[in-house]
């Protein structure tokens, strides 16, 4: 079993295309020093429209292929082992996008689904529904959408910063951590969110409801949700706890 956040950001900030790719690298070795601090074993980077291969030289922590596809409905996250380097902003229909992560033996998966998004009415074969780290998504909202398409939940922070890594993760269950192992799961369900609703995240999330709301992004379907319950991941606080004994704890 592993934990990984599913969908983080190495570019903490948009619109220098060229100033970000020279940033590129050290934003990751920022997510994987964060995130290794912080008990999980990888982190997927799903940079918007574009995938960079990192070199971290260290074994005891993955940084995991993916990348967000703006499609003409929202956003879809593809994980696995060859996603593409590059696509077309806002061209992709959702299931051309789906239709491409699966021929590059990719799992894909709706992100926020209720943000910005109407990703999820789309009639396409996804393969997992995101509980978002960010909260803006009604998680009993996140909960019924899985239920209804049938498909497995994960969690991904959606950090743009490294201090957001880890507030929302995925327990993957697998013998071994590669891109490949990791689509597999996604695949079979063998995958469940764990997401931080400690304090401090409560408050920072309300924050974002407040931005995003103010932009006009979140979204409300109809009829009104059902029955509260138990959110997918509140049984557990991410992140992880640290295990200095069994963890290499310095940085390559």
Request: aromatic share 8%.
């Amino acid at each position: 079993m592993f934990a990984v956040d599913f969908h983080a950001h190495t570019r903490f900030f948009h619109g220098f295309p060229s100033l970000g790719r020279a940033f590129d690298p050290l934003g990751a070795r920022l997510l994987a020093r964060t995130a290794k601090y912080r008990g999980l074993d990888g982190v997927v980077t799903t940079n918007h429209d574009y995938y960079r291969e990192f070199d971290l030289g260290d074994e005891s922590f993955s940084l995991l292929p993916g990348i967000e596809v703006t499609t003409t409905k929202g956003h879809v996250l593809v994980v696995g082992p060859d996603p593409p380097e590059r696509t077309p902003q806002g061209e992709l229909t959702p299931e051309q996008a789906v239709e491409m992560a699966h021929e590059r033996g990719c799992a894909a998966i709706v992100a926020h689904p209720f943000r910005n998004s109407t990703v999820r009415e789309a009639d396409a074969d996804f393969d997992a529904i995101e509980v978002n780290g960010k909260g803006t998504d009604p998680a009993e909202w996140v909960e019924r959408l899985a239920r209804d398409r049938g498909l497995p939940l994960v969690g991904g922070s959606d950090a743009h910063y490294p201090v957001e890594v880890g507030r929302a993760y995925t327990r993957v269950e697998t013998d071994e951590l590669t891109p490949e192992s990791v689509a597999a799961a996604i695949r079979d369900g063998r995958v469940e969110p764990r997401v931080d609703r400690s304090p401090s995240q409560q408050v920072l999330r309300r924050a974002y409801k407040a931005i995003h709301g103010q932009k006009g992004w979140l979204e409300h379907p109809a009829p009104e949700p059902p029955g509260l319950g138990m959110p997918p991941g509140e049984d557990q606080n991410a992140p992880p706890p640290r295990e200095p004994e069994t963890r290499d704890s310095g940085r390559s």
